[in-house]
């Protein structure tokens, strides 16, 4: 069985930082892909950044420049260093991870339980 947690939420001053961490655990033999998510009330969930097994990157318009995802391949785990943040990036913040339980098993998403940021005066 596989599980997926975040941790780093929380609140901060618009202009600040914070950094998410994701942690997989459980039957794994590798993860293609770990991305971040987040979901406001009301709008649909938005994919914020992914990072390949050998460290390709992408970010979704709005945090390019801002937003860092970087993973360790060794521990299986994720990283989103949030710099200059702003009242729009105010949401649930979800870890997600394409992976498989062996070599000839195929791939399967899996989601963490998702970490509140708010930023805010």
């Known amino acids: 069985q596989v599980q997926l947690v975040e941790s780093g939420g929380g609140l901060v001053q618009p202009g600040g930082s914070l950094r998410l961490s994701c942690a997989a655990s459980g039957s794994i033999f590798s993860i293609a892909v770990m991305a971040w998510y987040r979901r406001t009330p009301g709008k649909q969930r938005e994919l914020v950044a992914t990072?390949?097994?050998?460290?390709?990157?992408t970010y979704a318009g709005s945090v390019k420049g801002r937003f860092t995802i970087s993973r360790d391949n060794a521990k299986n785990m994720v990283f989103l260093q949030m710099n200059s943040l702003q009242p729009e990036d105010t949401a649930v913040y979800y870890c997600n991870a394409a992976l498989r339980a062996t070599m000839s098993a195929p791939y399967y998403n899996y989601w963490g339980p998702g970490t509140q940021v708010t930023v805010s005066a």
């Open positions: 990072a390949t097994e050998n460290g390709r990157t």
